[in-house]
């Protein structure tokens, strides 16, 4: 247990989580960036993840895309793991403002979030394309090749594809609790995927947290690194009493 981390969140009054995909791998759910994750696509789709999870790749080969999504970004048996506990737990403390998070699993919501901004969407959210009637992940996992619509549009998925801009709305709302946070935490992520990483920049507050099993760029800008698995790291939230 990190002692520095402990007192560092008794004297916080506004935390910030800004969350990637090492928080879900935690629950069982792999990073496609992943070098194998990488390798899995190429290998049997002759494509790295970020052209199958492209703009053009969904409106120019529906079925292909559709065959990797489902089979690479959807998870409905993966469960929240201690990381996600012990956010919802500091949000109900009145310590937390906010989880921004990179991932579209969620993870966060099922764990008691409130308060969760998702830059990249959710996969539990699809909807027309044709009419916008709104469908639920079970459309697209009972489609036996791409998902329609009773109007005979295609569905897809609410989240950010390579090629599309963020949600300005979620984008906004994550700069400014950002921007109000007395301490900064961020987890899981290697800070290499932009416009997300660069949220950083809009920090002003007191204290910096890193947690994620790899060194990232901003280690040096930090309060306190730690580089270990997120689960871990957060794991006295839920064993201690009130945080206060």
Do not use: W
């Amino acid at each position: 247990m990190n002692e520095s981390l402990r007192n560092i969140l008794k004297q916080s009054k506004r935390i910030a989580f800004l969350g990637g995909a090492g928080i879900s791998t935690e629950s069982g759910i792999p990073d496609f960036r992943s070098s194998d994750g990488i390798y899995k696509a190429k290998k049997t789709y002759g494509v790295p993840p970020e052209i199958l999870l492209s703009h053009d790749f969904f409106e120019n080969y529906p079925e292909l895309f559709y065959d990797y999504y489902k089979k690479n970004l959807i998870y409905p048996n993966a469960e929240p793991n201690r990381a996600h506990l012990a956010l919802a737990k500091l949000e109900r403390e009145g310590k937390l403002s906010a989880v921004i998070t990179q991932n579209i699993d969620n993870l966060h919501q099922r764990a008691g979030s409130k308060n969760v901004l998702e830059l990249h969407g959710s996969v539990y959210r699809n909807y027309c394309t044709r009419c916008r009637k709104f469908h639920p992940v079970e459309t697209i996992l009972a489609s036996d090749e791409i998902p329609y619509c009773e109007c005979g549009g295609i569905i897809k998925p609410d989240v950010v594809l390579y090629g599309e801009g963020l949600d300005e709305r979620v984008l906004t709302e994550s700069v400014r609790v950002i921007r109000n946070a007395d301490t900064l935490i961020v987890g899981g992520t290697s800070l290499a995927v932009y416009p997300a990483a660069g949220l950083i920049d809009y920090f002003c507050g007191k204290e910096l947290v890193l947690i994620n099993l790899s060194e990232t760029p901003r280690d040096r800008e930090a309060t306190l690194c730690i580089h270990e698995r997120i689960g871990e790291a957060l794991a006295f939230v839920l064993e201690d009493g009130d945080s206060d």
